[in-house]
């Protein structure tokens, strides 16, 4: 019988948002958490969809094998060095060339009183 691998290599992520400000001296910030099973590395490309423009293309990541990789929003540049924009509503399409499981966790700081909020992103088969 054949191993069936863990994983898909589409995954959707429809609510992101980095905020503008934080408080308490810790940033807000986002990260699609990227857990690679395989024994090659994967390649991550993402897309990023929002309300009123068209989607940013170009963001690129590697996750190295029996590895998990944390991916933080507010630190990706695209190919052309242009970063996520804040006080933004936007959505992620998080592409692997290998099966990955991929989950999404906020850290809201933007109160004095902490959020945080982990979910399993949408896969795609």
Known sequence: M????VGARVWMI????????STRGMQSHE???VLNLQARPAKIKITVYFEDREPLEGF????????TVHIRLERLKNRRGEPLPVGKPMALKVESNIDVVVQHTRL????PALALM???AFPLK
């Open 31 to 33: 990260s699609a958490c």
């Open 14 to 21: 429809p609510d992101s948002y980095l905020p503008e400000h």
């Open 60 to 67: 690129e990541a590697t996750c190295p094998p029996r590895r």
């Open 108 to 111: 809201d700081t933007t109160q």
């Open 118 to 120: 982990t979910t399993m």
């Open 2 to 5: 054949a191993k069936k691998s």
